[in-house]
């Protein structure tokens, strides 16, 4: 019975990591589609989407009924509440990464960035993939020490975005008010996204050491 | 020992509750300190949001101890889950106020907004409030009818958003783009703020039934 029960736990965190690695293949493409104006691409992560939503439901119903029929304590208790708060914020990633996708499809077969500020897009979706992925593996192995380290990613994806801004607000910015305010709400979902995936990595965190490290920050405005 | 349970159990939505009433004075402060170019009722939302955080900190510290030392079923476990989503979504909402509050305090002595896009804000900030104070009632009463017709409010404040977007769009927009950047983040904060209202909601109905109404979307960009 306890052997099965730790089956079931790891099998739990085995899919919270999987959900991880499918908002990381979302994102990706997501920022491909924006960058290389793809339709396709935007179309397969709007599609895509439902899988994790489907993913954090079957991880939330697993994780209750462990609680309600194996009611753990200690790291087993955390284990389960750690993965209860992750799948939300994996989810909301991947709604993220939607956002992208559908704002690339809505100014199809226009480019939705002015060239200006396109390497700026590309470098915040390769760092918030990369946090993503950094995610799944510290899901997998609730390495602290990885799971801290993933702070100064996210403080690159911030600086990004507050550069991005002085380019957005600068006077001579000649694109006009429709692609500033899509420039500005992209730059929200990027930053969005990877302070979420500090917050997963900081679950995997009290996992182990039973203290949240500060709860997902969104002081970047 | 049963008895001290449920005293416990009330306690911890009387708390959740009082979350909610706390971030809807947040907001309903954050928007007078916009619209009225307020610094000090921005300074003071900007500190109160300390005690969100404190008062949600402990709703999960509560809920955490609960499940470890009284292992609760059924209805008593899903309050307790639901305790520990809601505390989370109330946190946004404090941050969401908090972000209106910053915008206000950043830009002072000038107004925020153009005047023709006040009376949006003024709508849209009567009724976020008003959904964050009936979630109050909500967790109170777990009344379900009351619960899903938060949906509706939620909706009036989408209608007022997507209005808001055709006017910083239109051509004819004569504030630049520094101002459409304010406005549109600020727009997101409102709708984003209604979403975890009803989100909350959603989580008092799967208190009583057993299921959960659809997650926190935010279908609406």
């Known amino acids: 019975m306890r052997e099965a029960y730790h089956v079931e736990l790891d099998r739990l965190a085995d899919k919270l990591a999987s959900m991880s690695g499918m908002v990381a293949n979302a994102m990706e493409l997501a920022t491909k589609s924006l960058l290389e104006t793809d339709l396709q691409l935007a179309e397969q992560v709007i599609s895509d989407d439902e899988h994790v939503d489907d993913t954090r439901a079957q991880c939330e119903e697993q994780a209750y009924s ?5 009611a ?36 199809h077969p226009d480019p939705v960035l002015p060239p200006e500020v396109t390497p700026y897009f590309a470098e915040m979706g390769k760092v ?9 593996e510290i899901i997998k192995t609730t390495d602290v020490d990885a799971a801290r380290a993933l702070e100064s990613a996210d403080d690159e994806v911030d ?5 991005l801004f002085t380019v957005i607000m600068d006077k001579n910015w000649p694109h006009g008010v429709a692609a500033a305010v899509d420039t500005t ?12 995936a500090v917050s997963v990595a900081n679950r995997m965190i009290f996992v182990v050491t039973g203290k949240m490290p500060g709860y997902n920050s969104d002081e970047d405005l």
């Open 128 to 136: 918030a993939v990369r946090l993503a992925r950094q995610t799944e």
């Open 185 to 196: 709400l992209l730059g929200r979902f990027y930053e969005r996204y990877a302070d979420h």
């Open 72 to 107: 753990p304590v200690a790291t087993e208790l955390r284990k389960v509440l750690a993965v209860i708060h992750a799948a939300e914020s994996l989810e909301r990633m991947g709604d993220l990464a939607l956002h992208v996708a559908r704002t690339a499809r809505r100014r």
């Open 66 to 70: 462990l609680l309600a029929l194996q």
């Open 159 to 163: 600086n990004i975005h507050r550069h």
